[in-house]
């Protein structure tokens, strides 16, 4: 008995066998019709609801954030004088609070009618700035007063300063596995906020002092001369 052959055909390109073209044919046909197209939206729903991801860690950051200190010096009814008891809790608010350069200090007294201060209460307030000024410290009345009422007979010092709000490495960022995994790189932020002197600093920079322009062109003609100077060598000692 002769063999069979399989025709071949060629249509535009190489020579494909017959049967594989009914076999590409049927897997095409098949394919095409459990294909379902999906929006972008029923994607992300898809990623979302059945994609293995968990959250992102949060980032370990210093934040800056504005306190206020306050303390009420007490005064005789109708009187503008301070006691000796009161100058020394004054004297101990200030050293427990560390009143520096860069914080500020404002004074508020009792509003009355009209929302002004009587005259005794406009004389405590300039005998409460008077003594700051003795101890070193500079004080403002602002032209806004907060309400003041409930002091009564009493000046309010507010000391505003600003402070870093560091990060609390001892909360887990959510759960991922058995156990929850803690902030990365959160000990060396917080080394950061212990270290920063002026809190400000983490919120804009400074403004460059003016450049010495004579010892920057002699830096450069000494480099130009070959007139540098080498780097000293020092040797470690270590002791155990």
């Known amino acids: 008995m002769a063999r069979q052959r399989n025709k071949t055909f060629r249509i535009a390109g190489p020579r494909i066998a017959g049967p594989r073209i009914a076999f590409l044919g049927l897997?095409?046909?098949?394919?095409?019709?459990?294909?379902?197209?999906?929006?972008?939206?029923?994607?992300?729903?898809?990623?979302f609801n059945f994609g293995r991801w968990k959250q992102m860690q949060r980032p370990a950051d210093n934040s800056v954030e504005r306190?206020?200190?306050?303390?009420?010096?007490?005064?005789?009814?109708?009187s503008a004088d301070m006691t000796q008891a009161e100058r020394d809790r004054l004297a101990e608010f200030l050293r427990r609070a560390n009143?520096?350069?860069?914080?500020?200090?404002?004074?508020?007294?009792?509003?009355?009618?009209?929302?002004?201060?009587?005259?005794?209460?406009?004389?405590?307030?300039?005998f409460v700035r008077g003594e700051l000024l003795v101890k070193g410290v500079s004080a403002i009345a602002p032209l806004v007063q907060r309400n003041g009422r409930e002091l009564r007979d009493g000046i309010s010092v507010?000391?505003?300063?600003?402070?870093?709000?560091?990060?609390?490495?001892?909360?887990?960022?959510?759960?991922?596995?058995?156990?929850?995994q803690f902030m990365i790189g959160c000990a060396s932020t917080t080394n950061l906020g212990r270290m920063?002197?002026?809190?400000?600093?983490?919120?804009?920079?400074?403004?460059?002092?003016?450049?010495?322009?004579?010892?920057?062109?002699?830096?450069?003609?000494?480099?130009?001369?070959?007139?540098?100077?080498?780097?000293?060598?020092?040797?470690?000692?270590?002791t155990n």
């Open 27 to 47: 897997a095409a046909l098949a394919l095409a019709g459990c294909e379902t197209w999906k929006t972008p939206d029923e994607y992300v729903g898809d990623a």
């Open 99 to 126: 009143v520096g350069k860069d914080d500020q200090v404002s004074l508020y007294g009792p509003l009355r009618d009209h929302g002004r201060h009587d005259p005794v209460t406009t004389a405590r307030i300039q």
């Open 67 to 78: 306190i206020a200190i306050e303390h009420v010096v007490a005064f005789a009814s109708d």
């Open 196 to 238: 920063i002197v002026d809190p400000l600093d983490l919120e804009h920079g400074r403004a460059p002092d003016p450049a010495d322009g004579e010892t920057a062109a002699q830096s450069i003609e000494r480099l130009r001369e070959r007139k540098t100077e080498e780097l000293e060598t020092i040797e470690a000692e270590t």
């Open 158 to 180: 507010v000391v505003s300063r600003s402070v870093v709000i560091m990060p609390d490495c001892s909360q887990p960022d959510p759960a991922t596995g058995h156990r929850p």
